[in-house]
């Protein structure tokens, strides 16, 4: 994300926590200048951070009338899909081929935690809420771990999307006990130094939910 002004920021935040907390309704529309009132701001730097929230598929802009929360479509899915697809595809592959290294050493440690959590939380409360937090963060410690910035802003501004259509995802009967599996056949993968497979493996976790999520929306359409 474009490093903001303090009061961009503080709009940008305001707003984010807002939806991230349920506290904004679907298909209701909300004033700029009520926010900005409420914040004590003008409506200069609340516009930017909206227009950086449209930007990262928060919400979308409604003329002359304010925002509301974007609602997921295909085409949202697809985006994110191949978005994920390449960095994780690279990522995954760059690892295995390094796997021997401490730093990967270090990275095999911390994935191993999260996959111990996510079997724990998978035989007992089997709770949505509890174990996408460890799903999220297993994507994420593979892209962070090459340290590239690109990557790592790219694949941020996903996250809204990832988490959403994960929760999606997840809701569905023997979708949790598959992706622990994949998350499984990635690590060992990667573990192993197996260069020949990882991609396949990798872009397997990803189609998966994919078609799960197309689905839904179909079916609400």
């Not at 935040?13 to 309704?25: P, S």
């Not at 697809?78 to 994780?88: G, H, K, N, V, Y």
């Not at 599996?181 to 990882?198: P, Q, R, Y």
């Amino acid at each position: 994300m474009i490093e903001m002004k303090p009061l961009q920021l503080k709009a940008y935040d305001y707003i984010k926590d807002l939806i991230l907390t349920h506290k904004l309704q679907e298909d209701e529309i909300y004033s700029e200048t009520k926010i900005a009132k409420e914040l004590g701001i003008s409506r200069t730097p609340l516009r930017d951070a909206i227009h950086h929230l449209v930007e990262e598929g928060y919400i979308d802009i409604i003329p002359s009338k304010g925002f509301k929360l974007h609602k997921m479509t295909k085409q949202d899915v697809l985006d994110t899909f191949q978005i994920r697809s390449a960095i994780e595809g690279y990522c995954t592959f760059y690892i295995t081929k390094n796997y021997k290294t401490e730093e990967c050493q270090q990275l095999f440690s911390y994935l191993e935690y999260l996959l111990f959590k996510q079997e724990q939380i998978l035989n007992s409360s089997k709770s949505i809420e509890e174990f996408t937090p460890f799903d999220n963060k297993f994507h994420i410690e593979i892209v962070h771990h090459l340290k590239n910035q690109s990557f790592n802003k790219l694949f941020d501004m996903q996250l809204y999307r990832i988490k959403a259509l994960a929760t999606s995802s997840l809701s569905h009967v023997g979708r949790m006990e598959d992706t622990l599996k994949e998350h499984k056949n990635i690590f060992n993968a990667m573990t192993s130094g197996d260069v020949e497979n990882i991609y396949k493996i990798t872009m397997e976790h990803m189609q998966n939910p994919l078609y799960i999520n197309l689905e839904d929306l179909s079916s609400i359409e």
